[in-house]
């Protein structure tokens, strides 16, 4: 199993940034795919970037030149950095993982990751 621990989130200001961390622990060897999500109240939940085991990333539209995902190998870290956040950004934002790789019109969807944190609140006011 692997665990993730999301932090970083906050409440900020439209035009704010915050950047976001995950955690992971456990058995990560293999692990293939990153990615993060967020959610708001009666919603599904939304695929925002992914980076994957060669190190590409990929983000939303609603979110390209504002938000960046990276990946530490090293220190076993995913990190999600958000700029000219907006009040539509307001959610809670999930970290994901699993070890196999799959198609690409599947990076965005949840139901491709087995392994989830607890998520964190991002909260943007206008």
């Known amino acids: 199993q692997i665990q993730l621990v999301e932090s970083g989130g906050g409440s900020v200001q439209a035009g704010g940034s915050l950047r976001l961390s995950c955690t992971m622990s456990?058995?990560?060897?293999?692990?293939?795919?990153t990615a993060w999500f967020r959610q708001v109240t009666g919603k599904e939940r939304e695929g925002v970037a992914v980076?994957?085991?060669?190190?590409?990333?990929y983000v939303v539209d609603s979110v390209k030149g504002r938000f960046t995902i990276s990946r530490d190998n090293a220190k076993n870290s995913l990190y999600l950095q958000m700029a000219g956040l907006r009040p539509e950004d307001t959610a809670t934002y999930y970290c994901?993982?699993?070890?196999?790789?799959?198609?690409?019109?599947?990076?965005?969807?949840?139901?491709?990751?087995?392994?989830w944190g607890q998520g964190t609140r991002v909260t943007v006011s206008s």
């Open positions: 456990g058995y990560i060897s293999g692990t293939y795919i």
């Open positions: 980076v994957v085991g060669d190190g590409s990333a």
């Open positions: 994901a993982a699993d070890r196999r790789p799959t198609y690409f019109s599947r990076l965005f969807q949840s139901t491709t990751y087995n392994y």
